[in-house]
Every structure is written in structure tokens, then in C-alpha cells.
């Protein structure tokens, strides 16, 4: 210690020795190596979100296409319920049309293993189209119907061909006549708009997300509803009202605290009280869209607070100044001034909500549901709980479509992320 | 004034919000149950959708015990009409569903399910005995006469007529029914099969011996050669084809679906097959049951024909669909009693005499 000069001693540095030169390159070193780190860590996230996407893709982009068949169906008028056209035998009408198209069928069971080469989905799209316009009957109309997922997978090269009999899922004599359809030019690969369109269904080339997107919409429309105003109510209160003493500070913490909460308590909390308290429906988007707004609440608040808070106070007393009262102060200038902030905030704790899994399992919202739900509380699934019902599906034609679905998913969820910075950067403002 | 309008149109949706979820009236039937028999109730739900062009049932996967305690919650609106399961009722579940006013049950045996031992068909195919598994996958095995922890690393180990490999398994988490299913059908009569155990039987009368064999031979080992894989059977048909040394139990419908990739281990010579699973030479099989609430008969629209399709021979029947899912039909004339005992709506006689 006593060899360090006194305060007002003024000290010559010799700053081109070699000791002040190491000094001043480690010091670029250490800020170069900080440089790297960060670089380094950028890269390394950009690695694994390339490595996510790009399995997601090779796996997945095969559901994006489904392989059809375009056959003409003979529409007898005899094997229909003229009174009635939804009764009626189509599917004996549309295996006859699609085994006629093969030669090499000689026994019945032959007919039967053709047969399933056809999707099950193609007599109800014969037995709609006829009931739409009965005047089809009596015709021969051509249709396109999708292949039955086994001839899929086949046509889009998952399954071997080349593999012993026993080793696939199809036999040599469905390869065969599946080569005679192809030789015909009768099988095609168009794009798979049924993912979009379609409800689910326990056949992968006919099931789709449009159940579980109405379910997600309708969820995050009342998760919307509750926690918006009330995220915002909540966060003037506690930023421009409420004193601050103990109980405030007792109330911040809670709010941080919720926000941290596992989701999965939360669907304990819906099931518990939403369920069988109040006896809400199971598997309804309204029991969904309230355990989200659970979770969103936190969120909404936290972010509307910081906006407030990012109002400069110039305003308030200008406002105040001129006579404004505190309702006029806040409603006509602050709050206004915040919504860009808030709105950022909601659409981040929606896209949050959007991806949540746990609590939706919990209330039911992981039901097998053939039809696209048609209001609140109708039941429907949610899509990361589509996903999690066909990751868990025996069938082929799955794998891909689980895959599909989260590649959805990511889609719906970058677009609400990139509506939030647009929001950010058009209206925010730099004071 | 933006914002004024903004407010109000929030509170206009939340009031819709509100009006809408009263209105509760069901017009869909409800299932939920077994993971195992999701897979063909879901079959029946959409065909019946599509026959009769009704709202299709909501079925939900919520494993053997979760659903019958939804189930058994009581009868109403409110309340599940039928529920899935892959091992019969429980006298508790019974006691349950008798407590919440749920007495008039139908029980329907509607196939079976064949578990299976499967391996990547790169892999070593095995020819195991149940003692065998017993012995690999255990938590506590007889040595010398005594129990101790589970010594065996490879199957070699286990018995020298095997391949010198390691033990590694994969294996459905103990919430599961499929490991219920597996506990009981191939750990309990593997230990049946070994010495040890089979000496205490003479020693025991029949229900301390039940006893016994319940409590020493439920535990799956938890030092690394049985691997706990979660419920979800695709990521070990994954994990099996990356790992052609590992090994898998799931239900003989994921084995039937992944032929391509999957091998069966045989269970005494006989490799599962829709035959050797319905005849009962394959030895790891159980039923599967679905259980039908009758007070909701004639309530919720469309209970009746549910349950008329679900039994219906394009169903359940050899041809039928459920078949082509993977189950395993039963014989002629049980399913003919099957048929009527579910279209009469006859009450469940397990545990009432």
C-alpha cells in the first residue's frame, strides 16, 4: 500500500512501455472475446432453431401434398334413396368404380384389399356431392378422391418398395395395381388443402386442423376479452391510483409471482373451479380461453404498467395543468400514449397462450372431435393439443402430419410475433 | 373516442361471451377412458358421425383410471357417458360409481389387445419366456433363494441361452394402462414361472400368495435397463429404430402400424399375430372393455345407436373396421353375446353376485 503515490502527486505513465501495451491489448482482447461470446451465442440459437425447422420440414413437408386418385364414378340412381339422397349405398358405388379401374382381381378377397386402397372419406364425398346436387344421378361424374393413407405414404417414397413382403404395410398386390394407377396417369399429388380445411379425423388423408385452428380462435378470443380490459384496469389502478404502501407492494409481488406460475397449475385451477364448481362444459374453448386469460393476466399487466410508466410525467402535469381531471388525464392522454406498448404486451401473452398445452389437457380440450367446433362452447381442441393428439396416433401418415402441424403453429405464432414489433416500431414513440 | 369505442365493443364480447356460455343443452355423446381403446372408440365416433350425420361423440384419452373416475362422478348432463378401459373395472371404481348414483353400468368386452415386446429389425429378434422378463426387468429378483436388487446387465446374464446384449427396454410410465396390462400379465405369471416362487406357492394358501406375488413382483427396476418412455408410443418406435439393440413394450396396434420397422420378440416360441392374440397362444394379452352409463340411455341423443354401431359386425366383427385398427376380435359366440347384452343395455354383473 505505501508505494501508491498521494492523490495530489501528479504520476508520469510511460504509456508506450511494454507493460502499458500489454495492459491496453488485453483489455481489446477481453472486449473482442465478449464480441465473440455473444456472437457465439447468437449462432449457436440460430443453429438449433435451423436444426428444429429443417427436422420439422424433412419430416413434415410430405403432409403438405396428398396423393389422389381421379376415377369416374357411375352414379346409380337405383342404389339411392330417392327421397332421401343422403341414404344410400356409395360405397359398394365407389369400390365398383375403383376395382373396375384394375385388372389382376381375381377372388373376393382381392376385391376387398383393392378396396381399402380408397380412402373410407371417398363415399361420403360421393354421398355429399350427390346430396348437394342430386342431379348427378344417373351420371357418370369424375371425382378426385384421396388415397388411403398406406398408398400415400407408398406414392410419397416413406414406405420401401423394395423390402421384403412381411417388412411394409402394403402387399405386393396393392404395389401392383398401385403401379397400374400410376401407368394410367390416374394418380396425382396435388396440394393438401384439407390440412387447413378439414376436421380431424382417425384417417391421416383426411384429417385437419380446421377444428383445432376454430378451437385456438375461439379460445384466444375469450382470453382476449377477459384479460385485456382487465389487465389494463388493473394496471391503472395499481400505476396511477393506488398508493404505495405494503399492500401495493404485496400486490406486485403476487403479480410477478403469477407470472411465473407453471401453466399446468393453472389447468389444475380450471379443472378444479371452471369444471366442477361452476359446471362448465369439458373440452369447451370458453373453460380454455378462461385458464389462458389465467396465465395472460400477469403478462398484459406487467406490460401495460411499464407503458404507463413510460409516459413521460411532462404530460400528466401539462394535462393536469390546463385543468384536465385525473380521469380525463389518464383516459384522453396517458392510456392512449401507452396502447402501442399495451398492444405489443397482449399480442406477446396471446402468442404465449396460443402455444400452451399443459392446461387445455387438463380440461378436456385433448378430445378426438370430427367436426370444427361452431362457437364457445362447443367442443373443439386447440392446436398444440392437435399436435399432441396425432404425435400420439399408431398411424403412418401422422408422423408427417405432426410435424405439419407444428410447422402451423410456429407459422400463426411468428406472424402475431412480427404484428407486436410492427405495432412496436409504427406507433411507438421516442420522448 | 378511438378508444371509447375500443372499450365498448370488449365489453359487447364479453357480455356475448358470457350469454353464450349459458346455454348449455349437449347434443354430442361424451367418452373418455383408455389411451388403448381411444384409437377404435375414435373409429366408431367418426363412422357414426358419418352414417347417421350427426355431431360426432367427443372422445378424449384420459388412461383407464382417469376416465372412470370421470365416469363415476355421477350421472347427468355434466357427466361422461361411456368410458374406455383396458382392464376391467376396479371393486373400488365400482364402489365409486355406486357412492355417485352411477349403478346401472353396461359392461362391454369388446376385443382384445395383444401387448408386444418389439425391436428395430435391424436388431437381435429374442425368444423370450415370461420368466425371463421377469428376471431382466424386475426391481427385485430371487438369487440363491433370497430377493435381491436386480443384478442382471445383460440378457446373457439372465439366461445363457440368450445373446450376450444388454438389457435395455422401453416401457409405458406407471399412470399408463398398457403397464398395468404389462404388470400383471407378463411380470405376476413370469414370477409364477421361477422356483423361488413356486415353492412359496406350496408353502402359502392361495391368497397370501396372491398377496405376495403382488407385492414382490409389481416393481419395474429403476437402475437403468427398464427406461420409463412416456405415454407417447410413436417416440419409442423412433428410439427403437435409432437404437437397434433397444427394446420396446407397446400394444400390438403400434407393432401391427410400424411392421416396417419393428420386429416382435416371441413369447414362448409364438409371435403376436391377430390369431395367436384372439386363440390365446400368445401368452401377454388382455381385454379390453368398454363401459356404457344406462341412465343416459334415451337422455343423450344418439347413446343408443352409439353403442348399436360400436357392436355393430362392420365394427367389432372379423371384417370390420375396428380389425383393421388392430384389435383383435372375439370369437363368434362371445361377441354374439356381446351384441345383445350391449343392445339389451344388461346391467354389470362382475361385483353384484
Redesign the interface.
Known sequence: MSDLPAINQSVTVDWSSEKAQRRVRRRYGAERRLKWFGLGAIAMALLLLGVLVTSLISVGYTAFVQTHITLPVFIDAAKINPDDPFKGKYRPMVNDAFVNMLSGIDSKADRRLAAKMLSRGASLMLRNSVVDDPAQMGKTVTFTFPMADPIDQLHKGVTPRDVPEDQRRVSDKEIAWYDQLVARGAISKPIAWSLIFSADSRFPELAGLAGAIMGSFYALLVCFLISFPMGIAAAVYLEEFAPKNKWTDIIEVNINNLAAVPSVVFGLLGLAVFLQVFGLPRSAPLVGGLTLSLMTLPTIIIATRASLKAVPPSIREAALGVGASKHQVIMHHVLPLAMPGILTGTIIGLAQALGETAPLLLIGMNAFITSTSGGIVDPATALPTQIFIWADSPERGFVAKTSAAILVLLGFLVTMNAIAIYLRRRFERKW | M??KAM?LS??V??AA?VA??Q??A?D?I?IVGS?TV??Y???V??EY??IT?K??P????TGTGGGMKIFCSGVGE?TADVTGASRAMKPSEWELCNKNGVTDITEVLIGYDGLSIAVS?KGTKLDLTKGQIFLALAAEVPVNGKLVANPYKSWKEVDASLPDLKIQVFGPPPTSGTRDAFVELAMHKGCKELDFFKTRKGELDKKAFKKFVKANCSRMRQDGPFIEAG?????IVQRLDADPSAFGIFGY??L?????KLAAVMIRGVEPSMETIADGSYGISRPLFLYIKNAHRGVIAGLNEFVTEYVSEEAMGP?G?LS???LVVLPDETRAQVQDAATDSSGMTRYTN
Open positions: 378511438k378508444l372499450m370488449t365489453v364480447g364479453l361471451v353464450a356460455g346455454a348449455d349437449r354430442r361424451q389411451s381411444f384409437p372408440t375414435q373409429a365416433a367418426e358421425g358419418n350425420g355431431a360426432a367427443v372422445v378424449e384419452s355434466k429389425r405415454e407417447n408410443d410413436n417416440l396396434s403400434f401391427f402400424e410400424n411392421q416396417d371384417d373396421y383393421e385398427r388392430g
